[in-house]
């Protein structure tokens, strides 16, 4: 399927002006050489609550994404089945949740800190890692900062990040943003990643669409990874 630059899920929201004042970004989108899956956040305190509206998931476990984090379930396992079936490295973000090793006042977003649950940040089993695969683990919202991810990447040979995960608006706005800074070609898979809010994540996926970032749809991803050679372990 061939979808314009703009059939996306922001259309419903972006005024006709807005759009035309950011035609000069229209470009062919792609899935660049070398890629690597990176996963952010797909912890398990943002599913909790359950599959229901985030308000009502909100009041279990308030980081929760309810609705939107379980409807990204079914097509993040397509994604990790066919980067895995591609060969490609993949990486996991979560957070640090060691407070010894973090000052008092460092936390990724400026909500109201609370005790860390270490469970909370476990990846969920549907994506469980595997042998090979990286966990990185952040203090901040972005996956690059203060960590080695950027080490990993060069040692790999990686040119192209795909980015999956939440929230649109924090950590993978964040990371897709300095991963583009430090000269990575980055896809945006948009059925794979969710926020807490839905206007945040349309606005912020638009954004990113015309600045740094390809947002792709899955049904765009998955045909140019099976065209790829399964890349040789290094």
């Known amino acids: 399927m061939t979808y314009d630059f703009e059939d996306h899920c922001w259309k419903d929201v972006m005024p006709e002006h807005l759009l035309r004042l950011a035609a000069r970004y229209k470009r062919e989108t792609r899935v660049g050489s070398a890629p690597a899956l990176l996963a952010i956040d797909l912890y398990e305190q943002v599913y909790r609550g359950g599959n229901v509206p985030v308000e009502e998931a909100a009041k279990i476990c308030p980081p929760s994404c309810g609705e ?127 926020d807490r809010n839905i206007m945040s994540h349309k606005i912020n996926l638009f954004d990113l669409h015309h600045k740094y970032c390809d947002v792709m749809h899955l049904d765009e991803v998955l045909p140019q990874l099976a065209a790829l050679r399964p890349r040789k372990a290094s």
Not at 94 to 123: C, E, K, M, Q, Y
Not at 158 to 170: D, F, K
């Open 68 to 194: 939107h984090a379980w409807a990204a379930i079914e097509p993040t396992k397509q994604l990790f089945a066919a980067a895995r079936a591609a060969g490609l490295p993949i990486f996991y973000t979560t957070a640090d949740t060691n407070l010894d090793g973090r000052p008092p006042s460092v936390w990724p977003t400026r909500n109201t800190p609370t005790r860390l649950d270490p469970t909370d940040f476990d990846i969920r089993p549907e994506w469980k890692p595997q042998p090979g695969d990286i966990v990185i683990r952040k203090q901040r919202a972005s996956g690059f900062y203060g960590t080695p991810l950027i080490a990993h990447l060069t040692q790999l040979g990686v040119r192209t990040l795909i980015i999956c995960g939440e929230s649109t608006s924090g950590c993978v706005r964040a990371s897709a943003v300095e991963a583009q800074e430090n000269g990575y070609h980055v896809v945006i898979v948009e059925e794979c990643c969710y």
